[in-house]
């Protein structure tokens, strides 16, 4: 939505979630709120500098796009830790019906909001779990009128990127043909690979895992960062 000239965005002091309460706060909004120029409270360039960072400062995830390449709307996804580039600009690519989502692409809505919760798992090693991050949701469309969501959140232990299709009248009933989701990263990172369930894990350089490979996959930086 629309932000005030005059204000800036700040958490509301006592809540714990919700959408981005209004409060005179000078420069809280560039902690973690990307896309806004305070002459205006609009962006001139909706993708630009589209960005959402973690709640203590170090975690950035940021939406870009690129439309020069043979007439295709390219989205791209990027996440930093503490102003290094972790993952480096990645492909989101769906096709739904034989038709890819990559033309005259436009941002519909851009929400941004933050929560901070606990919730009890049914077992496990906590007996209670904090849920605490900033997320931006941008809803986009193409030139068929499709519309997808995009949901990140910024924890302060990683990233998370969600893509939703609502429901809508042109995607009533559809076959996701494709779904491309890229994660470049900057490195030959370390990984701990497994090919089959309760199989045997084996350390190996992200380049020389085999396809196949069990997902959620284990990884971790060169430097011991992360």
Not at 129 to 144: A, C, E, F, P, S
Not at 209 to 221: H, Q, Y
Request: negative net charge; hydrophobic residues 35%.
């Amino acid at each position: 939505g629309t932000v005030p000239a005059d204000k800036d965005i700040a958490a509301s002091p006592g809540s714990t979630n919700g959408i981005m309460d209004l409060y005179d706060l000078s420069g809280i909004a560039d902690n973690w709120l990307g896309c806004y120029d305070p002459s205006s409270g609009l962006c001139d360039d909706p993708y630009e500098n589209l960005k959402v960072i973690s709640p203590n400062g170090r975690i950035e995830i940021a939406f870009t796009h690129d439309n020069t390449v043979d007439a295709s709307d390219l989205m791209f996804w990027s996440v930093r830790y503490d102003e290094q580039i972790v993952m480096d600009a990645s492909q989101l690519a769906y096709t739904f019906d034989g038709e890819p989502f990559n033309r005259n692409i436009r941002v519909l809505n851009i929400d941004h909001s933050w929560n901070d919760s606990t919730w009890s798992p049914v077992y496990g090693e906590r007996s209670s779990i904090r849920d605490n991050y900033h997320q931006m949701v941008l809803t986009l469309q193409d030139h068929l009128d499709r519309k997808v969501i995009l949901t990140f959140r910024a924890y302060d232990e990683g990233a998370a990127m969600r893509m939703t299709v609502p429901e809508q009248p042109v995607l009533d009933v559809f076959t996701i043909n494709t779904e491309n989701t890229e994660f470049t990263f900057t490195e030959d990172h370390w990984a701990w690979a497994v090919y089959w369930a309760q199989g045997t894990y084996s350390k190996k350089r992200i380049s020389a895992i085999d396809s196949g490979c069990e997902r959620p996959l284990t990884m971790a930086s060169n430097d011991g960062t992360l």
